[in-house]
C-alpha cells in the first residue's frame, strides 16, 4: 500500500503543478492582451490543462485515500 500512497501523492503533485502552470498562463494572458476577445480565446485555451490538471490532482488524492485506509 506503500506504492499506492506514494504513487498518489506524485500524481497529485503533478496536478498541483499543472494547475499552477495553467494559472501563471491565465494571469500573464490578463497582463499582456488589450482586447477581450484575445483574453477569451487564451483562456478558453488554458482550460483543457486546468480541467486534466485538477482530474490528476483528484485521482492522485483518491488513490493516497484508498491506500491509507487499506494499510494495516
Known amino acids: ?5 506514494w504513487g498518489g501523492a506524485a500524481v497529485s ?3 498541483l503543478i499543472g494547475l499552477l502552470y495553467s ?3 491565465v ?3 490578463k497582463k499582456n492582451t488589450t ?7 487564451s483562456i478558453q485555451a488554458a482550460m483543457p490543462l ?3 490538471s485538477l482530474f ?5 488524492l ?3 485515500t484508498i491506500g491509507v485506509l487499506m494499510s494495516p
Open 56 to 60: 490528476l490532482s483528484v485521482l492522485g
Open 50 to 52: 486546468n480541467l486534466a
Open 1 to 5: 500500500m506503500v506504492i499506492l500512497i
Open 27 to 29: 494571469a500573464s494572458a
Open 35 to 41: 482586447s477581450d476577445e484575445d483574453l477569451r480565446i
Open 23 to 25: 494559472m501563471f498562463k
Open 62 to 64: 483518491m488513490s493516497v
Open 13 to 15: 503533485i503533478g496536478g
